[in-house]
């Protein structure tokens, strides 16, 4: 799921449309052989987290635009929440995986070699797919291969390369009619992709909606169609249907909602960054190392909240000092285990309560309900603290808050004025 970085909203592709409702669209989780345990679930989707974190180092419609967006585990098998769209005239149907942290969109198109799915679209059933060429203004924002002839400039298909996780994918840049909720955007620009290479388990299987800050990003491309502004809820990974809702632009954003400043990174772009400044457990601020939650643009260091990461790392200082004041106050008798990226599991018959765990940003203090620091195990009296130190080859620099601790809250990300909102919301 690697992605370029892009610059912050240079708003390159306009609609002439000026929309004042918005669009909710609901939001569905793709993993459809997800163990029963909420436990078992999570680590089972974790497994994907060191290539998101990689990713992020390199880089039923109502009178709002309200898309459907949902937990998907009876879908795709993929660990991504899921959007359900279409592409093309006529429209062809696709559930695209949501991306906080990618801009360009990609799909994979028919004919294609290695492809994660049979569901791939068919530009040749469609009357609006256009192939853009290399000498189009969108190449060089998709990294496309530059034009080699400058006589063939206009015929010449650009093509791009781009890494995902642990594989990669060819792709040509196209234009095509996107359809999410009742909102036609068209000449949408993304990748149409015909080969894929390497791991593709974990990718989307029908394709990504990147929702980044950069030029290639749907909030750019629609301009003053969603104004900048963009939120959504996203359900447990066992929910079964599309309870959650991708909600596009200013109008049904919650109004009793708390904001913290939006950072922006030049060297991360693309990134959603917030200025975490200290950690509570209980009535406890946790003591870091100066310095630790600083933001700093020159090395990327800072907090991200990103959609796509399952399980929210914090870096090795700050999850040491958090882990172990946790387990100061749960006072486990029996002790601690380890059950895969967690390493603070204890047993439920020794422990009548966990503290609770409340992140600190610039003008918001962020309680995370119980259910999204402490996850159960149906199968077995086994809790486990939902949290986890960054993958030292990976990461040492982000913190990132993750879907996990999303769940059943409205994320409201407002680009135009530079903030990111929390708000308690059951989406289940």
């Known amino acids: 799921m690697a992605s370029p970085l892009f610059l912050l909203l240079p708003l390159l592709f306009l609609l ?3 929309s004042t409702s918005a669009t ?13 345990s909420p436990l078992d679930s999570a680590l089972f989707l974790a497994r994907s987290d060191s290539s998101r974190l990689s990713l992020l180092l390199s880089q039923k419609t109502s009178p709002y635009h309200n898309i459907p967006l949902g937990s998907g585990q009876q879908m795709l098998n993929t660990p991504s929440y899921v959007v359900r769209a ?14 906080t942290s990618s801009d360009a969109a990609w799909v994979p198109c028919s004919p294609c070699s290695g492809c994660p799915s049979s569901t791939n679209f068919l530009p040749s059933n469609s009357t609006s797919y256009l192939s853009l060429q290399c000498a189009s203004t969108w ?7 530059p034009c080699s002839d400058p006589n063939t400039a206009t015929t010449t298909p650009c093509s791009y390369t781009q890494s995902v996780g642990d594989s990669s994918f060819t792709a040509g840049l196209s234009q095509e009619t996107l359809q999410l909720g009742q909102d036609a955007i068209p000449n949408f620009a993304f990748g149409c992709v015909n080969s894929f290479t390497g791991n593709t388990a974990n990718l989307p299987k029908q394709g990504l909606l990147g929702l980044g800050r950069g030029p290639m990003s749907l909030l750019s491309q629609t301009g003053n169609m969603y104004g900048g502004v963009f939120s959504y809820c996203l359900p447990s990974y066992k929910s079964y249907y599309f309870s959650g809702s991708l909600r596009l632009g ?11 400043p939006l950072l922006n990174n030049p060297h991360r772009p693309s990134l959603y960054y917030v200025n975490l400044t200290g950690i509570s457990v209980g009535k406890v601020n946790v003591k870091v190392p100066l310095n630790s939650f600083n933001f700093d643009t020159l090395v990327g260091q800072g907090t991200v909240v990103d959609s796509g990461t399952v399980i929210t790392r914090f870096t090795a200082p700050v999850y040491e000092a958090l882990r172990n004041e946790f387990r100061r106050q749960v006072n486990a008798p029996n002790g601690y285990s380890s059950l ?13 309560q966990a503290p609770s765990i409340t992140l600190h940003m610039d003008a918001l203090d962020l309680t995370l309900p119980m259910e999204n620091s402490l996850i159960h195990s149906s199968a077995t009296p086994l809790a486990c603290l939902a949290m986890a130190e960054a993958p030292a080859n990976v990461n040492q620099v982000v913190n990132v808050i993750a879907n996990l601790q999303q769940q059943n809250m409205r994320v409201v990300i407002d680009v135009a004025n530079s903030r990111v909102g929390f708000a308690r919301e059951l989406c289940n």
């Not at 005239?89 to 695209?96: M, N, T, Y």
């Not at 990226?341 to 009548?352: G, K, M, P, Q």
């Open 340 to 352: 895969g990226a967690f390493d603070t599991c204890f047993s439920t018959n020794d422990v009548a």
């Open 250 to 260: 200013p109008v049904g954003q919650p109004k009793s909602i708390r904001y913290t």
């Open 86 to 99: 279409s592409l093309g005239s006529p429209a062809q149907p696709l559930l695209l995986s949501l991306d």
């Open 24 to 36: 909710d669209l609901p939001i569905h989780h793709v993993n459809r052989r997800l163990p029963a």
């Open 16 to 18: 002439s449309t000026t």
């Open 139 to 145: 190449c060089p924002l998709f990294t496309g291969t």
